[in-house]
Each structure stands twice: as structure tokens, then as C-alpha cells.
């Protein structure tokens, strides 16, 4: 399991290999957005949580294991859809709604009082 959160996502999202750079800085700046809007749901630290380099882990933002995947497929598909969203509108639907579930399900994590 890759533990840094802008490498794994680099290779998750169209396999750009972990020494590439020439992306980082869009890629970063859409992490932490997805960041933002987990911080707005309850998720994550209290003071906010961005990276600025690969340097930084999974771990790092969330120690709850139960809800590190859910942050993960939440971030790395909201990073898709505004980094390298699809050509087909169809499909741009579909992982829209897929965030929108995403955000419901950490949303209520959260709401019931199932984090740490």
C-alpha cells in the first residue's frame, strides 16, 4: 500500500510514475480542495489538513483504517473528475454521482459518531 497521498494518487488517476513532476502542482492543488471539502463534512483534523509534496501520508490526515479508503476513493476520484475528467458526459455523470455518494457515506461516518 502506498502511503503518500499525492503518489498514490498520481498512479491511481492515468499512472503518471511517482518521479514524474510536470503534474504535481495541479494535482496538488486538487487534493487539497477535496481536503477542503472533507474539512467542511467533519472529516479529518480540526485544524484543516492540505500537502505540498509527496512527503506527505495518508496517515498523516486520518489514523481511523476504517474510514482511510473511503477518504482515499473519495479524493482520488474528485481529483479525476477535475483533473483529468472524461470526454464522455455520460461517464462525467457517473463519477459526479459516485462523489456525491462518497460524501454522503463520510458525511454520515461522521454524523454518527463513528470516528475517533
Not at 1 to 16: A, R
Request: hydrophobic share 40%.
Amino acid at each position: 500500500m502506498i502511503e503518500s497521498i499525492l503518489t498514490s494518487v498520481k498512479i491511481c488517476l492515468c499512472g503518471i510514475p511517482e518521479n514524474d513532476e510536470a503534474f504535481d502542482e495541479n494535482l496538488i492543488m486538487f487534493i487539497n480542495s477535496a481536503f477542503g471539502t472533507l474539512y467542511q463534512i467533519g472529516i479529518g483534523p480540526k485544524e484543516g489538513y492540505s500537502i505540498s509534496s509527496k512527503a506527505d501520508k495518508w496517515s498523516d490526515f486520518i489514523s481511523d483504517v476504517r474510514l482511510q479508503s473511503l477518504v482515499k476513493d473519495y479524493i482520488i476520484t474528485y481529483t479525476k473528475v477535475y483533473f483529468c475528467p472524461p470526454e464522455s458526459g455520460f461517464v462525467l455523470t457517473s463519477l459526479e454521482k459516485q462523489l456525491d455518494e462518497k460524501v454522503w457515506r463520510l458525511r454520515v461516518f461522521g454524523e454518527e459518531g463513528q470516528l475517533d
